[in-house]
């Protein structure tokens, strides 16, 4: 038995170090960090976490806050600072609010540098899909938040479905299984496994008894579906080969245990709706992740100025200046409170009188390569398979394939084709043309779907290491750099705080943008309290 | 109805203009704010070039020369922004880069600058004693350019990954030399010298 890297596991197992490899590669950087935590790797964050941001009404007279950029932690700092009474303004580089937050349907703009494209999706509510975010799990209290208090729609985003494939080159001649067949079998044997070395022993070590023991046993039967003689013989939960509702089901034949052990499967498709951030029930808004944009955009007209690029960011005794390019022109502003969601790789390109320990931190900060592809698919084939929603896998580039959570029996439908958060792979994906990415996805989703390609109509693809303005998807901080210079990142430097999920531990998802927002206001809540007390004494 | 659809067209021309980013500060993006370079994303420093050779290599891109055979991550963005670039928009492109104050990117690199002095004088034969270029050998300054970033390229031309192609004669020139260096450790020597030497002149670069 080896890893993903064919290194043969060593006989005491996996090391807490390899196991979290092992969970980041199936499933990014976000959990990697979540389990880290969770392992004890590395110190949980010490910021107390508000259960709501709660901003008391500015009293120290007028006061300007420059955002920079308008995707979720830049919306909410408008959204509650505003309220709370303070001038905003948010200098948008791109021609469009929402940041990753991205649902792509007909007539969108893909500005992806060196790669432009358009959607040509058909006209349709139902035929889009969410480029960035896409799915929110219910402990993301603060995005959740949101989302109650506008009225945005929400549905359920079926995040692990059993019917859905898992396909690797290594195993099974290539061909696709039912992630429920891989499972049952995989959980029977290695119950029977269990609960004959329990049998096989006299007695359990102390403190367990034989109560203990029997209910071990019978744990494992429940668990691996066995027989009453503790052996797997095949379950109905891998779906039975045929019958079932007017003639007796009939059992599939397990397959081999050492087939099964071909294919890490279980490093995916298995143990991913694990992880509390992947669970098989999350929501997602109705029609689109950017029906959350639209409602903070419909509550701050005339706050966002789009197409504006940041030129310099100059720290003032007070107050921060920020220059910019509009219309081919330079402009400047001024601003009591500068809140900066720019990716901090990019920042670092962008002329600035910071400490230098603070921009060394943004210098260090890597790219987030992370890669989608949608296809519009003429008929929704998947259905007559038996798969409504749900995530299929491969060990393909191409990873997964998403079933869309909504539109069922509908004429046509949107598949995500691709979904990939390995570096190399999306390196592999970023030096395609469009056109080179639908077909690679076409080709590589024939091994799940034999007919694939009969269906596709057309596709557009998303690669977030190369759109403009971004350069990144989530922030790659390695744990080393979170330990020395998280804090670092989070300070203020006068009226200057750099935001976004990127100052998070949880890079890639809106929940932590929509804190690192919160963790910013409440701390220039603090400096207005202390020039109040200062003006008081 | 006529009147209609010709609105409509043009609507959908205006529409499409209005999406792309017609203006050169696209550059600024990945360059950093006055064409400086940005380590955190690998972009090299194109405020030290002058045009003549930015027009050479946005060529060069765009003809397969570079960025095509290399596994070279940062080389394949590149030559798909410059695929993506109309003539006009390059000429745009460069006189917006160029009208930008040079600046020396600040870092150090370790190595033995003496012994990359000696090995120097055969690269000042064409990039000058300086390392400030010479249009008429179309050699470009390398005095005031990252040192990762020349590092990468004399890599890519001693594994042949840039200088490959049959048309670009310099670069084959480029490759011949960078391939006749002994080891990694000459390719940092010299790097580390011209980290030493001061910016070329404006004079120079225009």
């Given at each position: 038995m080896t890893t993903p890297e064919n290194k043969p596991i060593s006989a005491q197992g996996l090391s807490r170090r390899e196991a979290l490899l092992w969970i980041g590669k199936a499933a990014g950087s976000a959990a990697m960090l979540q389990a880290a935590t969770l392992f004890g790797v590395l110190a949980a964050p010490a910021a107390a976490q508000a259960e709501l941001v709660k901003l008391k009404p500015l009293t120290t007279g007028r006061k300007t806050v420059l955002i920079l950029g308008a995707g979720i932690s830049g919306l909410v700092a408008a959204y509650e600072l505003g309220k709370a009474g303070y001038q905003c303004k948010i200098l948008e580089?791109?021609?469009?609010?929402?940041g990753r937050n991205f649902t792509i349907r007909h007539g969108d703009f893909i500005d992806e540098l060196g790669n432009p494209q358009f959607c040509h999706f058909d006209?349709?509510?139902?035929?889009?899909?969410?480029?960035?975010?896409a799915r929110i799990p219910a402990h993301h209290t603060a995005i959740l938040h949101y989302c109650r208090e506008f009225g945005v729609e929400m549905q359920l985003f079926c995040n692990?479905?059993?019917n859905c494939y898992t396909q690797d080159d290594?195993?099974?001649?290539g061909k696709a299984v039912r992630i429920r067949e891989y499972e049952a079998d995989t959980r029977g044997f290695f119950s029977e496994l269990m609960a004959k070395s329990i049998q096989s022993q006299a007695k359990l070590d102390a403190p367990f008894d034989e109560i203990d023991r029997q209910k071990l046993i019978e744990f494992c039967r429940a668990y691996g579906d066995?027989?009453?003689?503790?052996?797997?013989?095949?379950?109905?939960r891998a779906g039975?080969?045929?019958?079932?509702?007017?003639s007796p089901g009939v059992l599939k034949t397990p397959r081999a245990l050492a087939d099964l052990l071909q294919s890490d499967f279980w490093a995916g498709a298995?143990?991913?709706?694990?992880l509390s951030d992947q669970s098989a029930a999350l929501m997602t808004p109705v029609g689109g992740m950017d029906k959350i944009v639209d409602a903070f955009l419909s509550r701050l007209p005339g706050k966002v100025q789009l197409?504006?690029?940041?030129?310099k960011v100059q720290l003032l005794p007070q107050g921060v200046e920020v220059s910019y390019w509009l219309d081919g022109q330079l402009q400047a502003e001024q601003a009591d409170y500068c809140l900066n969601c720019i990716p901090a790789q990019l920042m670092a390109g962008i002329e600035n009188n910071f400490p230098a320990d603070y921009v060394g931190v943004m210098r260090q900060l890597q790219r987030g390569k992370l890669s989608k592809i949608a296809l519009q698919a003429k008929e929704r084939f998947w259905e007559k398979d038996q798969i409504y929603s749900g995530i299929s896998w491969t060990s393909?580039?191409?990873t997964q394939i998403w079933y869309p959570s909504?539109?069922?029996?509908?004429a046509k439908g949107i598949l995500l084709g691709a979904y990939s958060w390995d570096p190399a792979i999306s390196d592999r994906f970023s030096a395609m043309t469009n056109q080179q990415r639908i077909a690679t996805a076409i080709a590589q989703g024939s091994k799940l779907h034999p007919d694939y390609a009969k269906y596709i109509e057309q596709g557009n693809s998303i690669c977030w290491q190369r759109m403009?303005?971004?350069?990144?998807?989530g922030a790659v901080w390695s744990e080393e750099l979170l330990k020395t210079s998280f804090a670092t990142l989070q300070a203020p430097v006068g009226g200057h705080y750099m935001v976004g999920d990127?100052?998070?531990?949880?890079?890639?998802?809106q929940e932590g943008a929509v804190r690192s927002a919160w963790h910013a206001m409440e701390s220039i809540q603090q400096q207005e309290l202390q020039k109040q007390r200062q003006v008081a004494v | 109805m006529k009147y209609w659809i010709f609105g409509c067209l043009l609507f959908a021309a205006s529409l499409q203009a209005e999406t792309?980013?017609?203006?050169?500060?696209?550059?600024?993006?990945?360059?950093?704010s006055k064409a400086q370079g940005n380590a955190a994303i690998s972009a090299p420093n194109?405020?030290?070039?002058p045009d003549w050779y930015l027009t050479a290599q946005l060529r060069a891109f765009q003809s397969d020369w570079?960025?095509?055979?290399?596994?070279d991550a940062y080389s394949k963005e590149m030559m798909a922004v410059a695929k993506s670039m109309s003539p006009e928009e390059i000429k745009r492109a460069i006189g917006f880069i160029t009208s930008f104050q040079v600046s020396k990117a600040v870092e150090t690199l370790d190595g033995n600058i003496s012994h990359g002095k000696a090995l120097f004088q055969t690269c000042a034969a064409c990039h000058g004693a300086s390392a400030e270029g010479n249009k008429s050998l179309g050699a470009p300054p390398?005095?005031?350019?990252y040192s990762w970033y020349l590092l990468r390229q004399l890599q890519a031309y001693r594994s042949g990954?840039?200088?490959?192609?049959?048309?670009?004669s310099k670069g084959a020139l480029m490759k011949q030399i960078a391939s006749s260096l002994n080891s990694e450790q000459d390719l940092n020597d010299i790097v580390a010298y011209i980290n030493t030497l001061a910016l070329p002149s404006t004079s120079v670069k225009n």
């Open positions: 580089a791109s021609h469009r609010a929402g006209k349709d509510p139902d035929l889009y899909f969410n480029a960035g975010p692990h479905n059993k290594k195993a099974f001649g066995l027989s009453s003689d503790f052996t797997y013989e095949g379950s109905e039975y080969q045929s019958g079932g509702i007017l298995m143990h991913f709706g694990e197409k504006a690029q940041v030129q393909q580039d191409i909504h539109g069922m029996f509908k403009n303005h971004m350069l990144g998807c990127q100052v998070s531990y949880h890079p890639g998802w | 792309f980013q017609q203006n050169a500060q696209y550059c600024l993006v990945c360059h950093g194109l405020a030290i070039l570079r960025g095509h055979q290399t596994t390398l005095a005031g350019q990954q840039r200088g490959n192609a049959e048309q670009d």
